[in-house]
């Protein structure tokens, strides 16, 4: 988990839906001055909406798509910010051993607020998405604690505290 001049200093975000990846994401980013990249705006950029490949090419699909976009950013370095399931994908958690990884938790009373709106297929047309998400994250935590070197709880802290707190870690790792 060393950073090398050869190896540009890398940290991936992983966690359940709308747990603050991305938006911590850019925060520590910021702090340690390297690149932001968040592998679904990857993904989409390339390849189109997401909830359109899950429509038209499956899940299976897509995880394909999201571990070569995983595997380019971890190589490229920097703040690497994942989607939730991409942990279920068994490439991309071995690409995920080499390098720093923060598991962002949260609880499903702060959660609620966080996933109206769109763009999350796995909850489209959900009655109670609340629970559905609980669902997928009680699917996924083993996982998401397995890969952890870092877990920090974003359920009430303020965003730039937490953002500090994980760069702070980070400098400590290089």
């Known amino acids: 988990m060393m950073s090398s001049p050869e190896?540009?200093?890398?940290?991936?975000?992983?966690?359940?839906?709308?747990a603050g990846k991305t938006s911590i994401g850019r925060k520590v980013a910021r702090l340690l001055e390297v690149p932001f990249i968040d592998t679904d705006k990857r993904v989409a950029a390339e390849?189109?909406?997401?909830?359109?490949?899950?429509a038209e090419h499956g899940e299976q699909r897509f995880r394909e798509l999201e571990r070569e976009a995983v595997a380019a950013a971890v190589a490229e370095g920097g703040v690497v910010s994942l989607g939730g399931g991409a942990v279920t994908d068994a490439g991309t958690r071995a690409l995920l051993a080499r390098h720093p990884v923060v598991f962002l938790t949260v609880d499903a009373d702060a959660v609620a607020h966080r996933i109206r709106g769109a763009?999350?297929?796995?909850?489209?047309g959900e009655q109670?998405?609340?629970?559905?998400?609980?669902a997928i994250f009680a699917e996924r935590r083993n996982w998401y604690e397995q890969l952890a070197d870092l877990t920090?709880?974003?359920?009430?802290?303020?965003?730039?505290?937490?953002a500090e707190e994980i760069a702070t870690w980070r400098k400590e790792q290089a």
Do not use: C, K, N, Y
Request: net charge positive; aromatic share 4%.
């Open 47 to 54: 390849h189109g909406p997401i909830p359109q490949i899950f």
């Open 128 to 134: 109670d998405p609340v629970e559905r998400w609980s």
């Open 119 to 124: 763009g999350r297929p796995l909850l489209a």
């Open 7 to 18: 190896q540009p200093l890398t940290l991936v975000l992983i966690g359940p839906m709308a």
């Open 152 to 162: 920090v709880d974003t359920s009430r802290r303020p965003m730039r505290l937490l």
